[in-house]
Nanobody
Framework: QVQLVESGGGLVQDGGSLRLSCAASGRTSSTYAMGWFRQAPGKEREFVAAISWSGLNTSYRDSLKGRFTVSRDNAENTVYLQMNSLKPEDTAVYYC????????????????????WGQGTQVTVSS
């Protein structure tokens, strides 16, 4: 079992920045690709970004490229999502997730492959 706890959400103005963190605990000795997802009110959960276990490769939702950056520190069992130039449409609950993988350098973008999920952190961008 792996437990994931997100932090860093909050209220920010249009154009502002936030950095989300996701701390993993439990069976972190296994290799996990990590991902960030978000869900806005009345909408389905959507993929935001993913990072391989090695941290060498990343993948992003096309509309977020250039504004969001995912990174990880395996020594600290923590994944980050740096969000810049935030817009009101970025308002959502942001979730991190972990996917068991044997492909050390491949990000996982398929939501169905994720095994563990955090509780989410609210990000609100005011106009």
């Amino acid at each position: 079992q792996v437990q994931l706890v997100e932090s860093g959400g909050g209220l920010v103005q249009d154009g502002g920045s936030l950095r989300l963190s996701c701390a993993a605990s439990g069976r972190t000795s296994s290799t996990y690709a990590m991902g960030w997802f978000r869900q806005a009110p009345g909408k389905e959960r959507e993929f935001v970004a993913a990072i391989s276990w090695s941290g060498l490769n990343t993948s992003y939702r096309d509309s977020l490229k250039g504004r969001f950056t995912v990174s990880r520190d395996n020594a600290e069992n923590t994944v980050y999502l740096q969000m810049n130039s935030l817009k009101p449409e970025d308002t959502a609950v942001y979730y991190c997730a972990a996917a068991r993988t044997g492909a050390f350098h491949t990000p996982v973008v398929d939501t169905a492959r994720y095994n563990y999920w955090g509780q989410g952190t609210q990000v609100t961008v005011s106009s």
